[in-house]
T-cell receptor, first 114, second 114 residues
């Protein structure tokens, strides 16, 4: 079956602009996660949804970042007033429920802020 | 706080040689432990995971890992490396108190010489 998909695969924007990154989880997966991977680093947790609600947003770096999942499926990560330091690969993962279920990762969106 | 340490940033082995990638974690209770592999341009793929029970776990592609509570380690091993194993390997720990976010190490880059 289809895996986790993310669009766009690459996004180049200018400092100060607003961007939206989309994640389509595996069908039927209720848990959805966003991570950020900077060059030479491991993925860093941003936010976790269980259904439509954000169960843990402790990893969002500041209030320029927020994410939604209005119907419990597709999620959008939104970044306002982008900064050069936001440049990274943004990864989305989904899992069947929670409690240690395997997280399946998408290919990521590479964000470059000029 | 949970943390994961992968002491080796870069490892080089000859094809056919054995491999061990080190991972140490910090967590108060029995963690969920994972090894993921990331090939260039590819998403993260789960190799294996440990939740409980037998401390030696088998994964895909001929990999195995052993959970050693006394050493807080979860090292990844493979008896004979193939050129296609060249990739970045990440160890991760999960099962926080009320969230299933994964905490990743910084990764070990494996290079395989023919």
């Amino acid at each position: 079956g289809a895996g986790v998909s993310q669009t766009p695969s690459n996004k180049v924007t200018e400092k100060g602009k607003y961007v939206e990154l989309r994640c389509d989880p595996i069908s039927g997966h209720t848990a959805l996660y966003w991570y950020r991977q900077s060059l030479g680093q491991g993925p860093e947790f941003l936010i976790y949804f269980q259904g439509t609600g954000a169960a843990d947003d402790s990893g969002l770096p500041n209030d320029r970042f927020f994410a939604v999942r209005p119907e419990g499926s597709v999620s959008t990560l939104k970044i306002q007033r982008t900064e050069r330091g936001d440049s990274a690969v943004y990864l989305c993962a989904s899992s069947l429920t929670q409690a240690g279920d395997t997280q399946y990762f998408g290919p990521g969106t590479r964000l470059t802020v000029l | 706080a949970q943390s994961v340490t992968q002491p080796d940033i870069h490892i080089t082995v000859s094809e056919g040689a054995s491999l061990e990638l080190r991972c140490n974690y910090s967590y108060g209770a029995t963690p969920y432990l994972f090894w993921y592999v990331q090939s260039p341009g590819q998403g993260l793929q789960l190799l294996l995971k440990y939740f409980s029970g037998d401390t030696l776990v088998q994964g895909i592609k001929g990999f195995e890992a052993e959970f050693k509570r006394s050493q807080s380690s979860f090292n990844l091993r493979k008896p004979s490396v193939h050129w296609s194993d060249a990739a970045e390997y990440f160890c991760a720990v999960g099962k926080s108190h009320n969230t299933d976010k994964l905490i990743f190490g910084t990764g070990t880059r494996l290079q395989v010489f023919p």
